[in-house]
Structure formats: structure tokens, C-alpha cells
């Protein structure tokens, strides 16, 4: 299933960032992705870092079920440099 259909989480995810508009849907270089695990913010998520325009854009990807989270991340994190629209092409298994 491609990751942006994926039941599971939310593909593209709501980006943010200082002082500028967030980045529309699919836009945007992804430059970072880290891993945490569950703590008292949530569960295990990732948080992706994007750039656009020469600004940096994040967004967390969490779901309840952290070994998707860990095999997602495994899947994006050599990913760095292609945009989020490619890796919303991704196939992902459940």
C-alpha cells in the first residue's frame, strides 16, 4: 500500500516551522528523520524535518503501533534528500 494511503498515520503530515508558512501538502526536500521512542509525550513517533525554500519545516508521524513506527522509519530515513511527495510513493506493508 502506498504510504500516503495508509491507514495508519497521516500522509503528508501537518508541517510547522518559525516564521514562515508551512509547506503545502507535498512540498518539500526531507533532510532529517529521528526516531523516539514512547515517553511521556506519546508513542513511538518520528519526527521528519523538510526544507522549502530555504526554510525548515517539522512534523511528527505517530501511530499506536510502534513497530510500524520503527519499520517505517527504517524504510525513510535513507530517503534524506527526496521530497515527500517521492516518499509518499513508498510502499509500506501493515
Known amino acids: 500500500m502506498l504510504l500516503r494511503n ?18 503545502l501538502s507535498e512540498k518539500g526536500q ?3 528523520v529521528d526516531l523516539f521512542e514512547k515517553d ?14 530555504g526554510r525548515s519545516h517539522f512534523a ?4 499506536d503501533n510502534g513497530d510500524f513506527i520503527h519499520r517505517l522509519y527504517e ?5 534524506c534528500g527526496r521530497t515527500v511527495k517521492e ?4 510502499i509500506v506493508e501493515d
Open 6 to 23: 495508509h491507514p495508519k498515520i497521516q500522509w503528508p503530515p501537518e508541517w510547522s516551522g518559525s516564521k514562515a508558512q508551512a509547506p
Open 30 to 32: 526531507l533532510r532529517q
Open 40 to 53: 511521556r509525550e506519546g508513542p513511538t513517533r518520528l519526527l521528519l524535518a523538510v526544507e522549502l525554500q
Open 60 to 63: 511528527e508521524v505517530g501511530c
Open 75 to 79: 524504510k525513510i530515513k535513507p530517503m
Open 87 to 90: 516518499i509518499g510513493n513508498i
